[in-house]
């Protein structure tokens, strides 16, 4: 069982439509970040969100915090090809883990087609 | 310089190679990672040091070997590997190794390593 429940996995779509990414999980977290890996390059950290019911704007991404600190989502508007890469939410020290750890979720594979 | 740099970019080796991947980061961050990731996966962690003093091995194979020389610069040695090793070996940096938002990571652009 996954500890960070990512979906979809794989999402293709054409330039200009709207999308969302979901990250879920029965367990409570302090934080939780998203991360894009573009091909080639190692993951950005895109936001953390902290607080439950916190939602931050970036640019045309949204990143929503659920109320329990339990499940998070990404939403794109007006998705470009730019937006194309992997998508990936992670929590840190989850599950009483060793200090220093990241988990991350399976991953989303973003294709925006122009 | 919010940079983590690693070296080599791309590597191939036998089986019987020895070789070194090398990652730098100035930001005075005080933990260091490496990850190891396949095609289309996450990021799965290998190591973790902090104050430069290892504080996770993740059960890794001794073929991986990690050494901090020091708080900038962060080593993973490689020996007798096997193809199944293929994959891109991430370094990574974060403020502290404790909890909280001092976890973010940042991440190098990764080794892309292959073993024949």
């Known amino acids: 069982t996954q500890l960070l429940e990512q979906s979809p996995q794989f999402l293709s779509i054409q330039e200009g439509e709207n999308l969302t990414v979901y990250c879920n999980s029965s367990?409570?977290?302090?934080?939780l970040q998203w991360y894009r890996q573009e091909p080639g390059e190692g993951p950005v950290l895109l936001v953390t969100?902290?607080?439950?019911?916190e939602v931050k704007k970036l640019k045309r991404l949204t990143f929503q915090f659920g109320d329990a600190r339990k499940d998070s989502s990404l939403h794109i508007t007006a998705a470009q090809p730019g937006d194309t890469g992997l998508y990936l939410c992670?929590?840190?020290?989850?599950?009483?883990?060793?200090?220093?750890?990241?988990?991350f979720g399976q991953g989303t594979i973003l294709t925006v087609h122009p | 310089d919010t940079e983590v740099t690693q070296t080599p970019k791309h590597l191939v080796m036998g089986m019987t190679n020895k070789k070194s991947l090398k990652c730098e980061q100035h930001?005075?961050?005080?933990?260091m990672y490496w990850y190891k990731q396949k095609a289309k996966k996450p990021p799965e962690l290998m190591f973790v040091?902090?104050?430069?003093?290892?504080?996770i091995n993740e059960s890794v194979p001794s073929r991986f070997s990690p050494e901090c020389p020091n708080s900038s610069l962060l080593n993973l040695h490689l020996h007798a590997l096997q193809p199944e090793d293929s994959a891109l070996y991430l370094c990574?940096?974060?403020?502290?190794?404790?909890?909280?938002?001092?976890?973010?990571?940042?991440f190098g652009q990764g080794t892309r390593l292959t073993v024949v």
């Open positions: 990574a940096s974060s403020q502290d190794g404790g909890r909280g938002l001092g976890t973010e990571a940042f």
């Open positions: 367990s409570v977290f302090s934080s």
């Open positions: 969100v902290v607080t439950g019911g």
């Open positions: 992670a929590v840190a020290n989850a599950g009483g883990t060793s200090y220093g750890k990241l988990t």
């Open positions: 930001m005075g961050h005080r933990a």
């Open positions: 040091y902090s104050y430069e003093k290892l504080s």
